[in-house]
Nanobody, 126 residues
Framework: QVHLVESGGGLVQAGDSLRLSCAASGRTFSSNTMGWFRQAPGKERVFVAAISWSGEGTYYADSVKGRFTISRDNAENTVDLQMNSLKPGDTAVYYC???????????????????WGQGTQVTVSS
């Protein structure tokens, strides 16, 4: 498994930007597809974005496409999520996750991920 630690969450206003970061250690980072999921209060954890091991493939939920950008640095063992034009509906705990199996569209499924971070809270006020 991979040990994952998220950072960068906070309280912002609608229209603002935030950048989340996830630091990884353990299993060879570059062999993992990395994903970001989010969970709003009382709701299921849902897919936000994913990036292939090479960084060449990026995938987004329709709700964030055009506003969020996922990127990774295999030399630094980090994966980031740049979030622009934030909306109150983006309020959730954001989780970083890792998997060595699967490809699009299956990597939207949280069941494929075997390593998870502890989450970071993002709150967007109107």
């Amino acid at each position: 498994q991979v040990h994952l630690v998220e950072s960068g969450g906070g309280l912002v206003q609608a229209g603002d930007s935030l950048r989340l970061s996830c630091a990884a250690s353990g299993r060879t980072f570059s062999s993992n597809t990395m994903g970001w999921f989010r969970q709003a209060p009382g709701k299921e954890r849902v897919f936000v974005a994913a990036i292939s091991w090479s960084g060449e493939g990026t995938y987004y939920a329709d709700s964030v496409k055009g506003r969020f950008t996922i990127s990774r640095d295999n030399a630094e063992n980090t994966v980031d999520l740049q979030m622009n034009s934030l909306k109150p509906g983006d309020t959730a705990v954001y989780y970083c996750a890792a998997t060595t199996v699967g490809s699009w569209p299956h990597i939207q499924l949280r069941q494929l991920y075997d390593s998870w971070g502890q989450g970071t809270q993002v709150t967007v006020s109107s």
